[in-house]
């Protein structure tokens, strides 16, 4: 009996039972079950089905089990858990690549998408400890002054939201696909049901098995279910989420969803594109440009054997350089051995499915049909590595020429494997509209050394894309390329992409929470937020530099000792430092100046001073001082005045793996008439005892 993929749901393994299994590769027959078949042998390895689950319990389950397991971690822990959890499933990177071969990927290949993926969970990780905070409210944005006086004011805070998010996941990246969004989905406190696609479910059950057994993650945070999960749409609702990729026409549906229609269930798509690159008209044969552009252009028809949401559909280059490019592509993908993805000198696999097969072929007569030329590849070529891999899922390298660029189907038809078409542009102008002519895409690339020419261009296409490659000789070395989304970039795009966003670090965070304003006086924000507000009460008394983060509370203060600058200050710090300039030397010059009444203190000799002022000297729980943040200095110091400076805890942040964290301090500088000179933060590191 061939085995049927289990789902992991409400705490448990579920394995329906064999009834009702489909044959044919991908076929149903009496029941839900799917047949998933190598796609170099087309043997068959096992069926999928969502039969007899129960929809409700999985909600239930998220909700009741996970939400409140999850949330009662602050970011930093959760950030902590997605390092180990990172380090667990890269000791197991291997048995994935294994698995991953017959989803008809070289090594090369799942390189992407295994260790891709896991390399998310580090990015994450890193996102949780460096840029939130060791609690659960995230602070959006400053504070805002909605009153005269002061008593009233109000920020955004974001919070963790009290749903689930159901990944709904494409077959090209099982691995990379569920762990870019797995991540920050787990930063921001929602349990996750990921649902993969059949083709390449197993991959992705093997990688959550492992999440599971690792033990690292709280009880009902993660569900898999492998089939179909029509079911579950009918238990979503206000607090929860569906991030979908695939297919543009399979969001369309989605979005029409009553959850989403009705009921208010969050929904982020990223789909198909038509994703360009182009040649800048500079960049003739013989340049490093040239050479750039073409060794893109193979790279994204042939890794995953061009099944790439990111991948160059349309190739738009300078009418002048057309046949070069052609000859140029032809020649290169010629290197392009398909085969086994088993076999270390196999270049180019096979697609996912022999449907898969299908459906890009007759994508590719589709655009031939409509006026463009086969250069190299489509369907005789295709068909003759049939003949050699019987059972395969192969699909030649194709190259098509479209004489008429502006016909619909190259820019309206996708043929989701390793097909690009070649179009031509006269002008910049009409280079920017075919570029746009695609209706939003998730990436374009343009390949220039001439900045006039690339700054025009990109400004103008820019609103049409999610993402902009600018390659050239410069960056080529250390670049990435045209189809790698980055967990520090945002992956998304307008229009037919789908309109959503996904990673772009704490961007990525942001979207499964929920912002909030809040309107309070000070103190009571104060209490809320987490973060001192000014007007909020101050707490005198001990120096606040002497107390280790378990003694310091937020709002404890120092109010200094009044300073006097004098005009000897002023000369000696012109001359000790070397920055004379006019408004510190020349009492005539600063005074012609509107800014200043005549010779004023060097703004850091005001800062070096409130320094003098407000620390303890003594060894103790500070550690260091690194940094200052939001400086700005108010009012001119003329020679005379005296300074005082009032030092408040503005926010505490223990570090979850050290002996000692962080306090930002709120550092506020006045004269003598009680006018602020100088406003900024300090950062300090502090010893947790």
């Not at 998220?62 to 971690?73: D, M, W, Y």
């Not at 749903?163 to 991540?183: D, H, R, S, T, Y």
Request: proline content about 5%.
């Amino acid at each position: 009996m061939t085995e049927i993929l289990g789902s992991f749901v409400a705490g448990s393994w579920h394995t329906p039972t064999p009834e009702g299994r489909g044959e044919a590769a991908g076929a149903t027959a009496g029941g839900s079950a799917r047949a998933v078949r190598d796609s170099v042998t087309g043997e068959l390895l096992h069926h999928v089905s969502s039969e007899g689950l129960d929809f409700g319990a999985v909600a239930d389950h998220a909700r009741s089990v996970g939400v409140p397991a999850l949330q009662e971690l602050t970011f930093h822990q959760r950030g902590v858990i997605l390092k180990q959890l990172g380090a667990h499933l890269m000791e197991w990177a291997a048995n994935y690549h294994e698995i991953s071969f017959s989803t008809g990927t070289t090594k090369r290949d799942a390189f992407v998408d295994i260790e891709g993926g896991i390399g998310t969970l580090f990015t994450y990780s890193g996102v949780a400890r460096r840029q939130m905070p060791n609690s659960t409210i995230h602070l959006d944005g400053g504070v805002e002054r909605l009153s005269k006086g002061g008593s009233f004011v109000g920020r955004h805070i974001l919070t963790s939201r009290q749903g689930l998010a159901l990944q709904i996941n494409a077959f090209n990246f099982p691995v990379w696909g569920m762990l870019e969004k797995f991540a920050p989905m787990f930063v921001a406190g929602v349990p996750v049901v990921v649902k993969p696609a059949t083709a390449s479910a197993h991959l992705t059950r093997a990688v959550v098995a492992d999440m599971i057994d690792s033990g690292l993650l709280p009880d009902g945070c993660l569900q898999l279910i492998c089939g179909d999960v029509t079911g579950l749409f009918d238990h979503l609702a206000e607090q929860d989420a569906i991030a979908f990729t695939g297919s543009a026409a399979t969001a369309r549906r989605l979005a029409d969803l009553d959850c989403v229609k009705e009921r208010g269930t969050r929904f982020f798509a990223e789909a198909d594109s038509l994703n360009f690159s182009l040649l800048g008209s500079d960049a003739a044969p013989g340049t490093e440009e040239f050479d750039l552009f073409v060794s893109g252009v193979v790279a994204e028809m042939t890794v995953k054997a061009g099944q790439k949401c990111t991948a160059i559909r349309r190739t738009i280059v300078p009418e002048q350089h057309a046949e070069a490019v052609a000859e140029a592509l032809t020649a290169k993908l010629a290197e392009a051995t398909a085969g086994d993805p088993r076999e270390k000198s196999t270049r180019l696999g096979p697609v996912i499915s022999t449907d898969q097969r299908g459906d890009v072929l007759d994508a590719v007569d589709e655009i031939v049909a409509a006026g463009a030329r086969v250069i190299t590849g489509g369907r005789e070529a295709s068909d003759a590595l049939a003949d050699r891999f019987p059972g395969g899922a192969f699909v030649a390298p194709t190259v098509l020429r479209a004489e008429d660029p502006w016909i619909d189907a190259v820019h309206d038809v996708e043929a989701f494997g390793p097909v690009t078409s070649l179009i031509t542009y006269s002008s910049l102008d009409e280079a920017v509209r075919l570029a746009a002519r695609g209706r939003g895409s998730l990436v374009g690339s343009v390949v220039t050394h001439d900045p006039a020419f690339a700054t025009e261009f990109v400004r103008k296409v820019a609103p049409w894309h999610g993402r902009i490659l600018v390659l050239d000789r410069d960056d080529a070395k250390e670049s990435t390329g045209h189809g790698s989304p980055l967990p520090t970039l945002v992956h998304g795009g307008p229009g037919r992409a789908g309109g959503g966003e996904e990673l772009g670090g704490l961007r990525g965070v942001e979207h499964f929470m929920q912002r909030t304003a809040i309107q309070a006086s000070p103190d009571m924000l104060t209490a809320i937020s987490g973060e001192w507000v000014q007007g909020a009460e101050r707490h005198l008394g001990e120096h606040p530099f002497t107390k280790s983060l378990a003694d310091l509370r937020i709002g404890d203060a120092l109010e200094s000792e009044w300073r006097t600058v004098t005009l000897e200050d002023i000369e000696h710090f012109a001359e000790f430092t070397g920055d004379t300039f006019y408004a510190h030397t020349d009492e005539e010059a600063a005074a012609a100046n509107p800014f200043f009444p005549g010779r004023v203190a060097h703004g850091y000799l005001i800062v070096s001073f409130a320094a003098g002022l407000f620390v303890q000297p003594d060894p103790g729980p500070v550690l260091a001082n690194y940094g200052l943040e939001g400086l700005r200095f108010v009012t001119p110091v003329s020679p005379g005045d005296k300074l005082k400076v009032t030092l408040t805890a503005k926010r505490i942040t223990p570090r979850e793996t050290d002996e000692y964290g962080e306090v930002r301090w709120d550092a506020e500088v006045v004269n003598q008439d009680s006018e602020p000179v100088a406003n900024y933060d300090v950062l300090t590191l502090v010893a947790k005892e």
